[in-house]
């Protein structure tokens, strides 16, 4: 069975960091582009940043750039969010979604992890 | 960015009728369109993708038409577990977006 699971998040004071893991398992982790997307609770879905299946490109949401970092460690078969400077228009559930093979959608995605940034 | 901007905003459908639901891009998308479905709780599911092809698994009274920057997405007789809410997704560049989405409720 294809399955992701995010782990990491958590209540963070505005200007501190956090890390969000994704662990993926039930296909090659290796093959597939990745991506984080977010979601303010009872909002919409905000797509946040987007990693290719080796590692070596990235894009990110304005709103992010500079401040996170995606990344993946195709040995252990996770995908990371490294959050920086956060904020409060940080909070969301946070998605680690993957890239269908035939195109830029999301054919899986996993149950997500709650990020709050307060003071 | 291309905006992607969803109509309406709620749609009240008894159990049984039929619902169609629209998606605007503010530039061509071609075919780079995706529809989701999310329940409460829940993370998204893939319903469509390139505008029209539905996923693996996802019944027929679903079927999504358009191009361009007009798409539409069609539930014939809706059962109880449709009533969620339907979001649309662009992937033509580098900047995935989504629409604000269109809940579906019942009447």
């Known amino acids: 069975e294809v399955q992701l699971v995010e782990s990491g998040g958590d209540l963070v004071q505005p200007g501190g960091s956090l890390r969000l893991s994704c662990a993926a398992s039930?296909?090659?982790?290796?093959?597939?582009?990745m991506h984080w997307v977010r979601q303010v609770p009872g909002k919409g879905l905000v797509w946040v940043s987007r990693?290719?299946?080796?590692?070596?490109?990235?894009n990110y949401a304005d709103s992010v750039k500079g401040r996170f970092t995606i990344s993946r460690d195709n040995a252990k078969n996770t995908l990371y969010l490294q959050m920086n400077s956060l904020r409060a228009e940080d909070t969301a559930v946070y998605y680690c979604?993957?890239?269908?093979?035939?195109?830029?959608?999301?054919?899986?995605w996993g149950q997500g992890t709650l990020v709050t940034v307060s003071s | 960015e291309i905006v992607m901007t969803q109509s309406p905003a709620t749609l009240s459908v008894s159990p049984g009728e039929g619902a169609t639901l629209s998606c605007r891009a503010s530039?061509?998308?071609?075919?780079?369109l995706a529809w989701y479905q999310q329940k409460p709780g829940q993370p998204p599911r893939l319903l469509i993708y390139d505008a029209s092809t539905r996923a693996t698994g996802i019944p027929a009274r679903f079927s999504g038409s358009g191009s361009g920057t007009e798409f539409t997405l069609t539930i014939s007789s809706l059962q109880s577990e449709d009533f969620a809410v339907y979001y649309c997704?662009?992937?033509?560049?580098?900047?995935?977006?989504f629409g604000q989405g269109t809940k579906v409720e019942i009447k």
């Open positions: 039930g296909f090659t982790f290796s093959n597939y582009w």
């Open positions: 530039q061509s998308v071609s075919s780079t």
């Open positions: 979604a993957r890239r269908h093979a035939a195109g830029g959608f999301f054919d899986c």
């Open positions: 990693l290719n299946s080796d590692g070596s490109s990235t």
């Open positions: 997704q662009q992937y033509n560049n580098w900047h995935w977006t």
